[in-house]
């Protein structure tokens, strides 16, 4: 069974610019998650998403980012304009049936992003 | 004060040891515990989950859960140098599936 695929690994850029990341959870997941990992800290989540609607984007700063699913199967998430705080790793991760507090989440390989 | 706590480490444990890792939650109405590994430069990955208070054991793993003191803790038996990582405690408050993780605690296993 293939994992959940991200792209690109890495990715630097200057700051006001922006950048997307992709996302291709594993087959049949119906919820997939974003979260950001800043370096010495866990993840914090974004967004998370169940098939195409968004369950929670309370943590998602909405001025500069964005993030959809629009056919319930892969996502984008979006930064624009970039800062040199959103340097991170962004990590994708997705669990099979509607959130119940108890499913695993299987992780993505992340996007290593630096802001410079 | 943090959702979730973590000593961040180092902690390093002589092999054949037994490593213990601990971990605070604020709110009282969690229902779901994780814990995960991350080794440098890779993603997390899923070890234990724990949801009901007492132990859990799977394999040289044990988690154990009380929702009295806000703590959950893992235990490595005979850690080896793979273990060699940072885990992180993660923490469902809710049925909506929104995991609040921990700093994370630097585990160093010495041959």
């Known amino acids: 069974e293939a994992g959940v695929a991200q792209s690109p690994r890495y990715k630097i850029i200057e700051k006001r610019q922006s950048v997307a990341f992709w996302c291709n959870p594993i087959s049949g997941h119906a919820t997939l998650y974003w979260y950001q990992q800043i370096l010495g800290q866990g993840p914090k989540l974004l967004i998370q998403f169940q098939n195409n609607g968004v369950v929670d984007d309370s943590q998602l700063p909405k001025d500069r980012f964005s993030a959809e699913r629009l056919k319930g199967v892969d996502s984008t998430l979006k930064i624009q304009p970039a800062k040199l705080e959103d340097s991170a790793v962004y990590l994708c991760?997705?669990?099979?049936?509607?959130?119940?507090?108890?499913?695993?989440?299987?992780f993505g390989p992340g996007t290593r992003l630096l802001v410079l | 004060q943090k959702e979730v706590e973590q000593n961040s480490g180092p902690l390093s444990v002589p092999e054949g040891a037994i490593a213990s890792l601990n971990c605070t939650y604020s709110?009282?109405?969690?229902?779901?515990f994780f814990w995960y590994r991350q080794y440098s430069g890779k993603s997390p990955e899923l070890i234990m989950s724990?949801?009901?208070?007492g132990d859990k054991e799977d394999g040289r793993f044990t988690a154990q859960l009380n929702k009295a003191s806000q703590y959950v803790s893992l235990l490595i038996r005979d850690s080896q140098p793979s273990d060699s990582a940072t885990y992180l405690c993660?923490?469902?408050?809710?049925?909506?599936?929104?995991?609040?993780f921990g700093q994370g605690t630097e585990l160093s296993v010495k041959p």
């Open positions: 993660a923490v469902n408050r809710n049925q909506g599936g929104k995991l609040i």
């Open positions: 991760a997705s669990s099979l049936g509607p959130s119940t507090g108890q499913e695993t989440q299987y």
């Open positions: 709110d009282r109405g969690s229902q779901s």
């Open positions: 724990i949801y009901s208070n």
